[in-house]
């Protein structure tokens, strides 16, 4: 009988120990416990400007793969990182309710916003839930708004407009031109700051023209240009909408080169416009990319996944993500407000290069590089690099 007792006390002992470390495991699993942080994207995904859209979202969608590769934690919680979409079709109306639905969500920041007037539209909403968000529109009134959540990771349309006004008088000494601009946001802005560079580096505005920003019937305009006979033609039109107005020149007999306002410089533009692409001149944000290693490893992954080169934007909108997730982690905290506060005072080395922001969140350093189609590929002919954005 006392052996029989003993060894039910064992047994209850054991059983007791078995419990004890099963209850232990369960509060040391619900102490590392897991943490969603969701992101939001809002780009034009369908529409005319649907082809930079979906290689921004590509862009998007890699930088979260990493950061969910890189292991990242907070307060002992493992981090998971959602990208939740929306498809802004370029309309500012559909821009807004695409900002609702991030901040219903409790997305810890918005990347990728493409237009200038989604842009504007939308800021007052991401501001008052205190959610950044991050785009690379031309509009400087973007920044201008007086809302500390709104960051540009691009330059402006004046600081572009300044440096392809130099670059058209003073490397292709071209005086003359012709000046075609949508009839939008980034569209009227851009032409206007251009022409006012134009004449500042000695230039002459010879005519200008407004066509439909979403148009693709350019034969009155060009018909018009053919009687001026410019020496150049400067295009503030969208990207999609670029290479169907060199096309048009080119079928019209106009042989100037095309100054173009859009980031079109990708091997896309090459095939879509063929041999009438010649002599176009573009401008990209950054500095040669190509040289940068960083870069060429992100272009080889992004070709592995995807089967394309990547866009013109693509890198920006991964430096976007890869940014916010820095901020976090920079905060210590998963909350909009902490994240936002962070952006202002991060230093981020992306794959465009250091990402740092004034009070106005205007890149604090602002780079470009100039392009020329040449025997049917791009050329880098000019960089240009200025600091802190005025």
Known sequence: MARVAKRSNFLIVIAMTITLSCNWMLVCSAAAGERTV????DGPLSGLNAANGQSML??????????????????????????LVQDDRSNPRIGELAARYFVNRKVIGVVGIYNSDVALDSSAIYHQAGIAHLSMVGSQTYTRLGYDTSFRLAAHDEQRANVLAKFTVHELHKTKLALVYADSSFGVSYKDKFAAALTREGGKVASTNAVGATTFDFNSVV???KTIQPEAVFFAGLGDQTPMFVKSMRHAGIDAPLI?????????????VGADAEGTVAITPGLHQEMNKRFQSFEKNYLQRYGVHPGPFSATVYDQVRLLGAALMQAGSD???????????INYKGLTG?????????????????????????????????????
Do not use: C
Not at 38 to 41: E, I, N
Not at 335 to 345: E, K, S, Y
């Open 58 to 83: 590509n862009g998007a969608r890699m930088a979260v793969a990493d950061l969910n590769s890189a292991g990242l934690s907070l307060d002992g919680d493992k981090l998971t990182f959602e990208l």
């Open 335 to 345: 909350n909009p407000r902490d994240i936002t506060n962070a952006l202002h005072v």
């Open 223 to 225: 018909l018009n240009l």
């Open 38 to 41: 969701r992101l939001g994207f």
């Open 354 to 390: 250091n990402i740092s922001f004034d009070a106005r969140g205007e890149l604090r350093e602002v780079a470009f590089s100039m392009y020329q189609v040449q025997q049917g590929n791009w050329v880098l002919l000019k960089q240009y690099h200025f600091g802190a954005a005025q």
């Open 260 to 272: 173009a306002a859009a980031v079109i410089v990708d091997p896309k533009f090459l095939a879509t």
